[in-house]
């Protein structure tokens, strides 16, 4: 839930505050920032954000990890994959998806298709099997595939307004 006034927002029973987003914020521009360097920027105490940052972490309100450009990174593409499925997909072959080292996205989503994933691929012989095995399951109804050209802006994750 995002909250615009000035009241601290609630993420599933989770307090998240001013102080929060803040540190959120900074994290997002620079998942290696020093803890001293976020006190300075928003004049805390270095161990009020350490204790922040933690929390955080620990409510799994937050990760620390690397994004890769598949745009810079050559022998690999990516696609997005668009479903319609049965709902007796998610019970029988969504953990198969979601095990899968190549898949780095899934959603459950509104409209005409329901499932949508993210699918980094070697070459076009690849991609082809991956869509392929999925057309064989008997819960997917539908697929639109659509190749990624060039990304023009990737910013993960999206930022959270207070």
Avoid at 2 to 9: E, R, Y
Avoid at 61 to 89: C, D, M, Q, R, W
Avoid at 122 to 134: A, R, T, W
């Amino acid at each position: 839930m995002i909250n615009n006034s000035s009241a601290p927002a609630e993420i599933e029973g989770y307090q998240i505050d001013q102080l929060d987003l803040k540190i959120i914020e900074l994290l997002q521009q620079n998942g290696r920032i020093a803890y001293s360097d976020i006190a300075r920027a928003i004049d805390s105490p270095e161990a009020t954000i350490r204790y922040r940052v933690k929390r955080l972490l620990d409510e799994e309100i937050i990760s620390i990890s690397a994004f890769i450009n598949t745009g810079k990174v050559k022998h690999e593409t990516v696609a997005y994959l668009e479903l319609e499925i049965e709902p007796g997909f998610l019970e029988t072959s969504l953990a198969e998806l979601l095990a899968m080292e190549n898949i780095s996205y899934i959603a459950s989503v509104t409209g005409e298709l329901n499932l949508m994933l993210e699918y980094i691929y070697k070459d076009n012989h690849d991609l082809l099997n991956f869509i392929n095995s999925l057309r064989q399951n008997a819960a997917v109804k539908r697929l639109n595939s659509r190749t990624i050209l060039k990304i023009h802006k990737a910013q993960y994750p999206a930022r959270v307004q207070p």
